[in-house]
């Protein structure tokens, strides 16, 4: 079964807007970690946060993580149209040798 | 080319053949996993391995079959497919264990008339 959810399912924003998504898993995690899918291509890392740390920058992206209430959310500042994708959290199996993905947040950001 | 390359990128192929998709990374990363992603089901782990003549199943491996003899190498193959094995799969890597990023390949979209 899925070990995270993503929320919402879509969403749709403008240009120059921020971008909220949030992630919800159902076991103890080692780390998370966040992907991005453009149309018809692979996965890419974006960032990992572990699960000693609260949060984590890289360039327009704010990751947090609270273990407390078993969640993460992913913040893009200032959106462009280029990261239009889908965006996927991913934890840890418990044995930590694989990554388990959620469905996915397909963001839209138009100009 | 380094990195990790998945073949074919498009297959199509008969209910009940033997149809087998590759993936091949430059890395000699230890990990290497197979997901599905379906509509409605975002990525689901088939198989994974930790190191050559190591797998192990994950969430959805009924009808695959996987083997690792190269580290560089790890192919996947429906046995006799199915319609319902039409998906895009993805092969990813990761130098150690999930403490790290994964990287995936462009995946193999396979439809099975």
């Known amino acids: 079964s899925q070990q995270g959810e993503e929320d919402p399912q879509a969403l749709s924003i403008q240009e120059g807007e921020n971008a909220t998504m949030n992630c919800s898993y159902k076991t103890s995690i080692n780390n998370l970690q966040w992907y991005r899918q453009n149309s018809g291509r692979g996965l890419v890392h974006l960032i990992l946060?572990?699960?000693?740390?609260r949060e984590k920058h890289s360039g327009r992206l704010r990751v947090t993580l609270d273990t407390s209430k078993k969640s993460s959310s992913l913040l893009i500042t200032a959106s462009r149209a280029a990261d239009t994708a889908s965006y996927f959290c991913a934890t840890d199996n418990q044995a930590g040798t694989a990554l388990i993905f959620g469905k996915g947040t397909t963001l839209s950001v138009s100009s | 080319d380094a990195g990790i390359t998945q073949s074919p990128r498009y297959k199509i192929t008969e209910t009940g053949r033997q149809v087998t998709l590759m993936c091949h990374q430059t890395?000699?990363?230890?990990?290497m996993f197979w997901y599905r992603q379906d509509l409605g089901h975002g990525l689901r782990l088939i198989y994974y391995s930790a190191a050559a003549d190591i797998t192990d199943k994950g969430e959805v491996p009924d009808g695959y079959v996987v083997s690792r003899s190269k580290t560089e190498n790890f192919p996947l193959t429906l046995e006799s497919a199915t319609r319902s094995q039409t998906s895009v799969y993805f092969c990813?890597?990761?130098?150690?264990?999930?403490?790290?990023?994964?990287?995936f390949g462009q995946g193999t979209r396979l439809t099975v008339v």
């Open positions: 890395w000699s990363h230890s990990y």
């Open positions: 990813a890597s990761s130098l150690t264990d999930m403490n790290t990023e994964a990287f």
């Open positions: 946060i572990r699960s000693n740390e």
